[in-house]
């Protein structure tokens, strides 16, 4: 059983090898005409090139974060300066799936578009490709990294370490992770919402015309906005989600180790557990991609959901076994809040199965308060008749009443989790919520690249048969997005939670007085901080956007040739089936005068000034609270940080889910009480408004702070050690080293074989080290 840590890696490897083969079938698909490759190349080349401006920046903050924990760790006794290790590589690794998700979903995209004129089989195949090599792309990583840092330390670096402070120093690859994904929220979001604002305000509203017709001078930053905000921004945010209840888990697992059940041949079977779950997820993930399959023009959500269904249920099974076979048939743990406890691999296996019901529910309920047809957004969509004003109130209605049931369902599955493995089934839980991430987002990832794919054809004004191809699998990518967001936000919640147990148990803290003021103090600020946070990320959208929508505005004022377009597509009132040739011609010899680059410049600089304050504070706030206050201060905010975390960011996307949906349904034609409502009328126009209100809720501040409470989390459980309460057994230690005038931070325990402890002095170990103590 202790050699299952050499074989995990060998299923990142397969992932990898499953990767290159559908990057390499991506590939061999054809682009296109000239023209549809040159909106793709626009599309990559913006994309890349914030990111790599974004990289500039995130380099500079983890060199200054890793001179920090090397000065933090080399001061303290259960740290090392190798916690820089793990801490560089999990930002390196997040910072490479997102690299790899963007620069294959904007190869795909063209390809994708190019495929619907074939069929919309072949295109859905094409569009998930892509979207599996971010999905299975992620989870590899997180394996990989993971799996061989604890072989370097526990086997070559530091074999002499127990288990607990190994699983310390690896936990900072999760900060690393973490780290990387908020910047890439923030960032990407502020990005993609300054592009969208101002081609849904300044196009659709001001000036008549589609949000991805070529006269648009935003409408490029606005298709380079859905790589960078859904496929980097998303794969950052579940790859730490991913490692972060791994680790969780780990050290957790860890507190097991000296039980008597485990010293049978299971010593590490409860910290190897969480590791092997995410790699069978691999596997299954895998094998359920390659069912998605469509035949002619079949329905592209039934495949997805069949592949879904085989991976989970693969997941599952294989799980039972698995758990069986790491854990000893019971095993008993003393607990500070319920006595003696007995916990079995069923048991364990019954919270992970909780994990997953929890997850699938979330995703429900979020599909039904945001999809078309659906009651709530039905309802937003009839009080737009009466305005904008009546639009915003429905639509922050149902985004408050979104979050009574997930909220009511997590509450549930942590009871059931913990009365069933304790804090350990807690964080198995978010394990297995997060086992099948590799399918969940190929699934996301899926989503930009048939959105971008739409755009590609409005903008090379390919046939209808086409754009209704393009505009189904947009509908499919639409509600798996808002699917995505559902899973990712019970994911956030179970992690941090994991996380927060994990930072308990190596900080000492057995309870939290409520009762105590300074708690208290330290709840407020914690439920105060997401307020904060998500202020300072919609203040940042606003900024953009204006500069945007100024920019947009002078293009049209100001290039004659727009401006005279312009007038074309304002005498039709967007329909432009009686465009006359000559006109369509102006039309086509407008496009290329409008200034694409100047848009994509106001995007990436806005976003990557505006991302570094938001970002600083989620990592400046805990580490000032453990330092200054204490670990039980520290414990409270991140519990007050945690519950209204959750609660506003499911209030914020799926209000803003449902305002966009609304929109399309307008878009699609809504009849009531006998009068059609559509495109270009003041229905539409309202829902537009809303829309735009709903956009950076849905897309920046509200995706944001799921990683914002894992990452206050992760701060916490890294800087445990330095901040820790002394158990009695320490005090003990502690005083009997002063009176040998011996550092007390630098005596050390040994297990003698009656069950003692004994406290060393190592000056004098060393001077005696052929001496039995």
């Excluded at 072949?122 to 599996?132: H, I, Q, R, Y």
């Excluded at 034609?669 to 126009?685: L, M």
């Excluded at 309460?725 to 011996?742: G, H, L, V």
Aim: proline residues 4%; hydrophobic residues 45%; negative net charge.
């Amino acid at each position: 059983m202790e050699n299952i840590i050499y074989f995990i890696p060998l299923t990142a490897i397969l992932g990898f090898l499953f990767i290159l083969w559908k990057i390499s079938w991506v590939n061999k698909q054809s682009e296109g005409d000239s023209k549809m490759q040159e909106v793709s190349a626009r599309i990559r080349n913006g994309a890349m090139a914030f990111l790599k401006s974004e990289y500039k920046y995130l380099t500079v903050f983890v060199i200054s974060v890793s001179i920090l924990l090397f000065i933090k760790s080399t001061t303290e006794v259960d740290s090392n300066g190798f916690v820089v290790i793990p801490f560089i590589t999990g930002a390196l690794l997040s910072g490479l799936a997102g690299y790899l998700g963007m620069r294959i979903a904007t190869k795909a995209n063209s390809r994708t578009t190019e495929a619907t004129k074939t069929s919309l089989g072949k295109a859905l195949g094409v569009a998930f490709s892509g979207g599996s090599v971010m999905g299975i792309g992620v989870v590899s990583l997180g394996i990989i990294g993971l799996s061989l840092l604890f072989i370097l330390f526990q086997t070559v670096l530091l074999p002499e370490w127990d288990m607990v402070k190994v699983l310390n120093l690896i936990s900072s690859f999760s900060l690393g992770a973490s780290s990387i994904a908020l910047f890439a929220r923030v960032g990407g979001g502020i990005y993609t919402k300054a592009a969208d604002v101002g081609a849904d305000l300044v196009g659709k509203v001001e000036a008549g015309i589609p949000e991805d017709h070529p006269l648009n001078p935003a409408t490029i930053a606005d298709n380079v906005g859905d790589n960078v905000g859904d496929v980097a921004g998303m794969g950052a945010d579940l790859f730490e989600s991913f490692v972060g209840a791994i680790i969780a888990a780990m050290v957790l697992g860890a507190a097991f180790i000296e039980l008597t059940a485990f010293q049978s041949g299971f010593e590490l079977g409860a910290v190897m557990l969480p590791l092997a779950l995410g790699a069978l997820g691999i596997i299954t993930s895998i094998i359920g991609i390659l069912f998605v399959k469509v035949n002619g023009s079949g329905d592209p959500h039934k495949a997805l959901n069949k592949g879904e269904i085989i991976s989970m249920a693969l997941m599952i099974i294989s799980s039972f076994f698995l758990i069986s076979w790491l854990l000893p048939e019971s095993w008993v743990e003393e607990t500070a809040l319920r006595g003696a406890i007995t916990y079995t691999p069923v048991k364990i296996f019954i919270a992970t199965l909780i994990g997953i019901a929890a997850g699938y529910i979330i995703g429900q309920i979020t599909t039904y308060y945001t999809a078309t047809g659906k009651n709530p957004v039905k309802s937003i969509v009839k009080r737009s008749i009466t305005g904008p004003a009546t639009n915003i109130i429905s639509g922050i209605e149902i985004g408050m009443l979104s979050t009574a049931i997930p909220l009511l369902t997590i509450g549930a599955a942590i009871i059931g989790a913990y009365y069933l493995g304790g804090l350990f089934g807690i964080a198995i839980a978010a394990v297995a919520l997060l086992s099948n991430v590799g399918f969940q987002l190929s699934v996301d990832a899926f989503g930009p690249i048939a959105d971008n794919a739409g755009g590609i054809a409005e903008m090379n004004r390919l046939s209808p048969e086409v754009r209704q191809r393009t505009d189904k699998l947009d509908a499919v990518g639409n509600t798996t997005a808002a699917i995505g967001k559902g899973f990712a936000i019970g994911s956030a919640t179970l992690t941090a939670l994991a996380l927060f147990a994990a930072f308990t148990k190596q900080a000492n803290i057995t309870t939290i007085d409520i009762a105590n003021p300074v708690i208290i103090a330290g709840v407020l600020v914690g439920a105060m901080l997401p307020f904060l946070f998500s202020s300072l990320a919609l203040g940042a959208v606003g900024r953009a956007s204006s500069t945007m929508i100024e920019e947009v505005r002078r293009q049209f004022k100001n290039i004659p040739q727009l401006t005279s377009a312009l007038k074309i597509m304002k005498k039709y009132e967007g329909d432009f089936e009686h465009i006359s040739d000559e006109e369509q011609k102006e039309l086509d010899d407008a496009a290329p005068y409008a200034e694409y680059k100047k848009c994509i410049e106001i995007s990436t600089q806005s976003s990557l000034k505006e991302m570094v304050l938001p970002g600083t504070l989620a990592v400046v706030v805990p580490v000032l609270f453990g330092y200054l206050g204490g670990p039980e201060i520290l414990g409270g905010f991140l519990a007050g940080a945690v519950a209204s975390g959750i609660l506003l960011a499911i209030f914020q996307a799926n209000s803003g889910g449902a305002w966009d949906n609304a929109k399309k349904m307008v878009e699609e034609g809504y009849t009531h009480e006998g009068t059609e409502y559509k495109k270009g009328s003041e229905t539409h126009k309202a829902t537009v408004v809303g829309d735009t209100v709903g956009d950076p809720l849905k897309d920046t501040s509200g995706p944001s702070l799921n990683i914002l409470i894992k990452l206050m989390s992760i701060v916490a459980l890294v800087i445990a050690p330095g901040i820790k309460i002394d158990k009695p057994d320490e005090n003990a230690a502690r005083q009997e080293n002063k009176e040998d005038n011996t550092p007390v931070e630098t005596a050390f325990q040994a297990p003698v074989e009656d069950g003692s402890t004994l406290y060393i002095n190592p000056s004098v170990f060393h001077e005696k080290q052929n001496t039995k103590s």
